[in-house]
């Protein structure tokens, strides 16, 4: 997109530190539910199905990270041209303490 604004990418550490403490809890998880399970079969369940969410949120994970976000005059896109928002939607930024997400969308 030639009339960028700005864009905003996720550092190649940060994205793997992050991958890997997902992974290393899916392995602990694993380890636990296989090698040493606690007495009750729902035990071991609730341990594997734990480690096997902890596996797709950091495929999730993955595949979110490698995606830039874009801004141009007309609107906030991903690297794909996907349109994220336009610039007559979004009210405002708030860039405060408390601001993680937008509460209501843009």
């Known amino acids: 997109m030639p009339d960028e ?22 392995g602990l998880l694993i380890q636990i539910g296989v090698m040493r399970p606690p007495e009750g079969i729902g035990y071991r369940v609730l341990l594997l199905a734990l480690g096997a969410g902890a596996l797709t949120l950091a495929e999730l994970m993955r595949r979110a990270t490698a995606r830039r976000l874009i801004l141009t005059p007309a609107g906030l896109f991903d690297d ?27």
């Open 5 to 26: 604004l700005a864009t905003l990418k996720v550092s190649q550490i940060r994205r793997v530190i992050g991958l890997a403490v997902l992974v290393m809890l899916a």
């Open 80 to 106: 794909e041209g996907r349109e994220i928002a336009r610039i007559d939607r979004i009210s405002g930024l708030d860039r405060g303490m408390l601001a993680f997400k937008p509460s209501n969308g843009f």
